[in-house]
């Protein structure tokens, strides 16, 4: 019998796909107890509603989005870095070209800074890959893993448990001859 209220929400695949128990719908949503006793089928939906559960927030979970959170950023200041780096560039070039340099110089200078922005180009992506392969990226999906039933729910699952449990033992002893009384063995007389 499950005894804590905790669930675990697990998914299967589109073919093993169930009716919900609430709404009837197909669903491939399974909210699982930690040690795989009691399970049932339900919809994204109602995993959102206050109503029916709410999400038990894992610090593990927490960790993981705070990583990705800072993996972003610092994604970020490495674009903006280069977009820095391009405009000063370019700055630099249309300096130059106010000065009227020679057309030999000037054709240097642009192969140099085609070099340059390649350069930092590579550098840019270098950066970027370093970051996201050095910390696992989380789950695509936001939607907590571990749930808490409402009370009427989960007394309605303890009640289903332990109608289940009743029935079972009522049919292991209507199998039992012990159950029924015993013919009389004396005599009628």
């Not at 559960?53 to 979970?61: F, K, M, N, Q």
Request: hydrophobic share 30%; aromatic share 6%; net charge positive.
């Amino acid at each position: 019998m499950a005894l804590v209220n905790v669930w675990h929400l697990r998914r299967v695949a589109e073919a093993s796909a169930k009716p919900c128990d609430i709404c009837y719908k197909p669903t491939t949503s399974v909210l699982i107890t930690p040690d795989n006793k009691d399970y049932f089928y339900i919809c994204p939906g109602h995993l959102k509603d206050r109503g029916f559960c709410t999400p038990v927030i894992d610090e593990e979970e927490l960790a993981a989005k705070r990583k990705k959170e800072e993996m972003d950023r610092e994604i970020e200041l490495i674009k903006k870095e280069y977009e820095d780096k391009m405009k000063r560039k370019k700055s630099k070039v249309k300096k130059g070209e106010d000065k009227n340099k020679d057309k030999e110089k000037g054709k240097d200078d642009e192969s140099k800074d085609d070099v340059d922005v390649e350069k930092a180009e590579k550098e840019k992506d270098a950066k970027i890959k370093a970051i996201t392969n050095k910390e696992p990226s989380s789950t695509a999906d936001d939607i907590p893993r571990i749930y808490t039933l409402q009370k009427v729910f989960y007394q309605k699952r303890l009640d289903r448990i332990r109608n289940a449990e009743l029935a079972k033992r009522n049919r292991e002893r209507l199998k039992s001859p012990t159950l029924f009384p015993s013919v009389p063995a004396g005599n009628l007389g």
